[in-house]
């Protein structure tokens, strides 16, 4: 699956972004999740969103603010974000896992399909 990420852009502290991930199959085959890319810093889980199920999992630096969706019928998944931090600003990516139910979590290694990246600045 080829996944495109979308939606970046500037934005000040306290404004809201939705990025989108549209894939070339089917969505609901896969967990997919959104890392994010600090300059200087390692690539770090955001939110994930199972399949079938529908379950989210955030990290916590973004829970209650971020909320990560899917349409399956746009064989896409979304990346609400809001009350935005300067400490959100990375290159935002996508990712798609194969992975078991039980197995997915928020490790990169268990994603074998990833987007481009989309870049989030928020100044403050």
């Known amino acids: 699956v080829q996944l495109q990420a979308s939606g970046g852009g500037p934005v000040q502290a306290g404004d809201s972004l939705r990025l989108s991930c549209a894939a070339s199959?089917?969505?609901?085959?896969?967990?997919i999740a959104w890392f994010r890319q600090a300059p200087g810093k390692e690539r770090e889980f955001v939110a994930l969103i199972r399949r079938g199920s529908g379950t989210a999992s955030y990290a916590d630096s973004v829970k209650g603010r971020f909320t990560i969706s899917r349409h399956n019928a746009k064989n896409s998944v979304y990346l609400q974000m809001n009350r935005l931090k300067p400490e959100d600003t990375a290159v935002y990516y996508c990712a798609a896992s194969t992975l078991a139910y039980s197995a997915v979590s928020d490790s990169p290694l268990g994603y074998k399909y990833w987007g481009q990246g989309t870049q989030v600045t928020v100044s403050s």
């Open positions: 199959g089917r969505t609901s085959n896969y967990h």
